[in-house]
């Protein structure tokens, strides 16, 4: 059996993402993304599955940066978890009757229900937690009705708190994509849960810094060879103002003629080109539609 960091506590969106690619093994909750990412990267966990892309608010920064900057391990999976956020509450009332001082969540499930916020409670304090689940943890141990907590179905259960109103996000298409990280390198750790929605294989670019047009010579490479890139960001170097890295999702695996090819052309253009990990994608929309 494996062991599967996660953001933890218990009820996580992340700990959707690692029961439905890893069901049956063990999964371990973190406190924080670095110590999750530690954990794996010192071979404490098998894999370490973590957030890295809302659909709504965009990179999980903290993640990209600790991966590339601090703990560098490849990327050996991806999954997307549709997203529901429900405003919770210790006790059960109607929602025509809450009136809460404080609302905590966290920040990123807060900024995706902005408008709900504004809408309802314009004026009640909110309140920043590590994950959502560990606000309604917090929630369920002191009972407090002057606040309420955004979270997810399965942290309400959980942790025995009422949903008074569902759905409250601004967005109804609203995913995260969680990433699957391990020390291990061999081909054997990619995770090849059946069926797979796509193949991704992502890459870290740095620029020369004198070479007038680099970027455009860059997509350059990938287009002639009809490689279709469904991602391109750039990050900070964290060397100083205005040096950038590029991430770049290609949409297939690693072969042994077209990335292969690309990549040498861009080394002879003077870009240092880094492979963060080639491996099947999935989603579990598919598997509700199938259902």
Not at 249 to 270: C, K, R, S
């Amino acid at each position: 059996m494996k062991k599967i960091g996660f953001l933890g506590p218990r009820g996580t969106f992340t700990e959707m993402a690692a029961k439905f690619l890893f069901p049956q093994d063990e999964r371990i909750p973190l406190k924080t993304i670095p110590r999750t990412i530690d954990l794996a990267f010192n071979k404490g966990t098998d894999y370490a599955v973590v957030p890295i892309e809302n659909a709504i608010e965009g990179t999980v920064n903290v993640t990209l940066d600790y991966l590339i900057h601090q703990k560098p391990m490849p990327i050996v999976g991806a999954v997307s978890i549709g997203i529901a956020h429900h405003l919770l509450s210790a006790s059960r009332k109607e929602f025509a009757s809450v009136a809460p001082k404080k609302i905590i969540s966290h920040p990123q499930a807060l900024a995706q229900c902005h408008r709900f916020i504004q809408e309802h409670f314009p004026d009640v304090k909110v309140e920043h937690a590590d994950s959502t689940a560990q606000a309604a943890a917090w929630l369920a141990k002191h009972q407090d009705d002057d606040v309420c907590v955004i979270a997810n179905r399965e942290a309400a259960n959980l942790y025995g708190l009422s949903i008074v109103a569902e759905d409250i996000h601004d967005y109804r298409e609203n995913q995260t994509r969680f990433l699957v990280v391990s020390s291990g390198h061999q081909q054997e750790q990619f995770v090849t849960k059946e069926p797979h929605v796509g193949e991704v294989t992502t890459l870290m670019i740095t620029l020369p810094s004198d070479f007038t047009g680099a970027l455009h010579q860059v997509l350059s490479a990938f287009a002639w060879r009809k490689l279709n890139l469904s991602k391109i960001e750039s990050r900070p170097t964290k060397t100083g103002l205005g040096n950038y890295f590029f991430i770049i999702d290609v949409q297939q695996l690693m072969d042994d003629v077209l990335l292969p090819g690309a990549i040498a052309e861009l080394n002879a253009l003077g870009c240092k080109v880094d492979v963060l990990g080639s491996y099947y994608t999935y989603s579990d929309q598919l598997t509700r539609v199938e259902k």
